[in-house]
């Protein structure tokens, strides 16, 4: 004899099959249940490209001059400029003590030795201003080159300026030799000082 329980177990699953046809038993079958769908995480377009391009830059340290750098330079500036006069000067008179010697007109005697020693000071300022300011504008990377190599050229036409005005020039009064070399370190301390300002001019 059938016991009453599993006829009403047989009855029930029967009519659960009636009533959903597309439903499967849930007794016994938990691999049965629907699955949860994994949530989809949504990432915004770009968002990779906006967090690069909100990394900040490094910028370049600003070089700040003091007052006395703008004074230094304009007197620089200002004494350069008399350069030109004072060669022009040097040299047509130097040219006439070279050809006549002791005739040689007086205002040539007169005026080399003035220009001479006008040049020597204006060299000696704008050295002084000149290598304060290189110092100062050390850590300055604009223009660092031109102002060193102007510096290094402005220093080898004072040296030969040096040697000209002093060990050639006694020399000279006595000895034509020594004259022409005077004249010829002269010269080309002259074209040495000049391309140093013209690299300053030009570039600037």
């Known amino acids: 004899m059938i016991p009453i329980t599993d006829v009403a177990v047989g009855f029930l699953m029967a009519w659960q099959a009636a009533v959903s046809p597309g439903q499967t038993a849930l007794v016994g079958r938990p691999d049965s249940l629907p699955q949860p769908r994994a949530a989809t995480v949504m990432q915004p ?3 990779t490209m906006f967090v ?5 830059r ?4 600003a070089v700040v001059y003091s ?3 703008a004074t230094r330079l304009r007197i620089h500036k200002t004494l350069s400029w008399g350069m030109l006069p004072l060669f022009a000067a040097s040299y047509f008179s130097g040219d006439q003590l070279l050809t006549k010697g002791i005739d040689a007109p007086s205002w040539a005697r007169s005026m080399h030795g ?6 020597a000071i ?3 300022a704008n050295t002084v201003t000149g290598g304060w ?4 504008g050390r850590k300055d ?9 102007h510096s290094v050229l402005f220093t080898a036409a004072s040296g030969g300026f040096a040697y000209a005005g002093t060990k050639l020039a006694d020399d000279a009064e006595e000895n034509l030799s020594a004259r022409r070399n005077h004249r010829n370190l002269a010269l080309g301390s002259i074209g040495v000082s000049t391309v140093s300002w013209l690299i300053m001019l030009i570039g600037n």
């Not at 690069?52 to 900040?56: I, L």
């Not at 490094?58 to 340290?61: D, E, P």
Request: hydrophobic share 35%; charged share 25%; proline share 8%.
């Open 122 to 124: 204006l060299f000696g």
């Open 58 to 61: 490094v910028r370049r340290k």
């Open 141 to 149: 990377p604009t223009g660092r080159t031109r102002r060193i190599l």
């Open 133 to 136: 300011n290189l110092w100062e």
């Open 114 to 119: 003035p220009a001479a020693t006008g040049s």
């Open 52 to 56: 690069a391009d909100t990394v900040p």
């Open 67 to 69: 007052d006395g750098y």
């Open 45 to 47: 377009v770009g968002l």
